[in-house]
């Protein structure tokens, strides 16, 4: 069982993957155009 604090911990690292993942694709999208 996890504790809150894992928790909270779990969702910040989900919430900075999928930050970078979108910035990347934009990055990606630029030096497409």
Same mark, same amino acid.
């Given at each position: 069982c996890l504790n809150r /604090?894992?928790?909270?911990?779990?969702q910040d690292? /989900?919430?900075?993957?999928a930050e970078l993942?979108? /910035?990347a694709q934009v990055i990606a999208d630029e030096a497409r155009a």
């Open positions: /604090t894992e928790f909270a911990m779990t690292h /989900t919430f900075k993957a993942s979108l /910035t």
